[in-house]
């Protein structure tokens, strides 16, 4: 486990598409392979290193976690730094991409680039910080996720966050149960899984 580097960008944004469907390789999804670390994982190792570490093994970097200490900031930043790049490069959504065979994910995620989500003010105000952690499939199961968690709880808690949240998708089961096993606490939401971290209290 060590911080993230300039050199690791290929390998977030590989890791992020071969686990972008609910944890599962996302690759046959995506005409452009790059669109899913575009959103979930390259802007946090841009503008976060400071809370950004990969996991590596002999075969090379396999999984990472990322975060942003005060998210209503990064969504700030990100539509002032990141976003109109991006909208330049992929146009909005339109009827046609549907009728062209271009998957729901791929729309999705363009549509995303276009329309960023929000975080709700009271979901940041206890938990400003958020964050997103992938795995490729031979570093899950050992142990390497929950090492990911507590490294970066202990770089939260050094730069002051008060708590951290992150949002699960409804597929995402193996995912829940480890956030739920490893110290997170579940929050009531439609649609949606919000699992928090608090740091206000001791570790
Ligand atoms: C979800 C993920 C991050 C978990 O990391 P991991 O390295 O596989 O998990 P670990 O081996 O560190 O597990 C830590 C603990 O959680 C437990 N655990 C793991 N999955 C669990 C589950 N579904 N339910 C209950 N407990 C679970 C483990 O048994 C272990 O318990 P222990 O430490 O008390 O022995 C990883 O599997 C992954 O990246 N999956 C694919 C991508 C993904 O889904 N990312 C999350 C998107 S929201």
Redesign the pocket.
Known sequence: MRPVQPGDMDDLYRICLL?AD???DATRLYGDPKLPGHIWAAPYALFEPSLAFVAEDSQGVG?YVLAALDTAAFEQRLEQEWWPGLRARYPEPSAEMAADGVSGAERQAVHIIHHPWRSHRDLVQGYPSHM??????R???????????QTLSDALRAQRSRGLH????DR???????????GFTELPAVDVHIFVLDFTSSP
């Open positions: 686990t609910a944890g599962q999984g997103h952690i992938d795995l490729l499939p570093m899950q199961g050992r142990g390497t996720g929950r090492q990911l968690i992150l949002f699960v998708g995402n089961k193996r995912a829940r149960g480890f956030y739920g096993h490893v």
